[in-house]
């Protein structure tokens, strides 16, 4: 078992505020730390056994504030499965998210971090957006969780009904090419959806949504992601690979959902719904990225705007990692959650540096929390200059 509180990393009281006091005031900012969290796909049975047997003061109670706060033994399920029906979008998400900030409470109870202190700036891939709003202090944990079960339960819903209307499989697939192809490949694609990338897709229903492929997400400098019809995902693929002049490798992801399209409209109507003005602490901690934007949320209204329209629209992640690391001085990237793939993709655009006040670590696991603080610390100084 990690020996609790070896590392206690020195505060950067003046460090942090001149982060916030620049994300204020100027177009350039200055966040030296960035946290961010995992989206869909990461779950897997058992994934609370390490943790529960590591910190059980902290994460056996936290275990109970989540199960009690959803009225269910979701902790069962993430344990025991089946595999199944922890896949299922109304349980995976939640589960996801909780155990992202669970990990984080082990980091604040059980070595004093001091989130607010430490981290200038917060990020979160697709769902992970949550678990970064609840981190920088916009969102409370219980609504957030509650939110994030009953969006999935609609967005699981709106599959369903696409899926018996039409009779076709609906889902998500990365397309992965070599990096100086991405913008070729995004506009063959944009061009075969006449997908206007300067709008927003609000007003999409013209075309019935169960037809439709979007563009779901700009992961890296060489995938996007495709969301919709399987069938139609597949044509698109033909037409591009004979007119387009690209061959793209196809990978079908582990969603099971089309999401980020037009098919997931009531669980964009669902979140403008509940996210009313008194939900939202405005001003959090520190900015967090906005998935829709690339860019920090600018206002409690462009808050509850942008994470309703998350459902719908394409995740800028690529965008939010160059907008970190390339004008607001980004060094310092700490991934927590399950799952290796939100390290993964921020690591392959910044690199998996070790340079002067920089790095990348990800704790998914209890024997990765204190190789990962003495990094950070080691780091701590580096990072101000």
Request: charged share 25%; aromatic share 8%; hydrophobic share 35%.
């Amino acid at each position: 078992m990690p020996s609790k509180g070896l590392f206690r990393l020195p505060r950067l009281e003046r460090c942090c505020r001149q982060a916030r006091r620049s994300y204020a005031t100027s177009s350039e900012p200055t966040l030296r730390t960035a946290l961010f969290f995992p989206g869909h796909g990461v779950q897997r049975k058992g994934m609370l056994k390490p943790w529960l047997e590591a910190y059980p003061k902290t994460c056996k109670s936290f275990v109970e504030e989540m199960d009690s706060i959803l009225g269910f033994k979701l902790s069962e399920i993430i344990e025991d499965g089946p595999v199944s029906l922890l896949d299922k979008t109304e349980n995976a998400q939640p589960a996801i998210m909780a155990t992202s900030i669970m990990i984080l409470r082990v980091l604040e109870q059980e070595y004093g971090f001091q989130t607010d202190k430490r981290i200038n700036a917060t990020l979160g891939h697709s769902l992970g957006e949550y678990a970064a709003l609840v981190a920088a202090g916009y969102l409370d944990f219980d609504f957030a969780l509650k939110i994030v079960r009953r969006r999935g339960e609609i967005m699981g819903e709106c599959t369903k009904k696409a899926k018996e209307e039409t009779g076709e499989r609906f889902g998500m697939m990365a397309l992965v090419c070599e990096p100086d192809q991405l913008d070729s490949l995004t506009s063959a694609v944009n061009e075969w959806l006449a997908y206007d990338s300067e709008g927003t897709r609000d007003d999409s229903s013209a075309i019935p949504a169960i037809r439709q492929v979007t563009l779901a997400n700009k992961n890296s400098k060489n995938q996007i992601v495709l969301s919709g019809s399987f069938q139609r995902i597949r044509e698109l693929l033909t037409h591009i690979r004979e007119f387009g002049g690209h061959d793209p490798r196809a990978v079908e992801l582990k969603s099971r959902s089309a999401f980020h399209s037009p098919i997931m409209r009531p669980a964009f109507d669902y979140m403008k719904k509940v996210m009313t003005p008194e939900v939202v602490h405005w001003p959090g901690n520190m900015p967090t990225i906005a998935n829709v934007t690339g860019l920090p949320f600018e206002s409690s209204d462009n808050l509850r705007k942008n994470l309703s329209r998350q459902a719908i629209d394409t995740v800028l992640w690529w965008d939010s990692i160059k907008y970190l690391h390339e004008k607001a001085g980004t060094k310092r990237w700490l991934g927590l959650g399950p799952g290796k793939v939100g390290r993964n993709l921020v690591g392959k655009e910044v690199g998996q540096t070790k340079s002067k006040g920089g790095g990348v670590w990800a704790i998914t696991d209890p024997w990765e929390v204190e190789e990962t603080l003495k990094g950070l610390e080691e780091t701590e100084s580096e990072a101000v200059k």
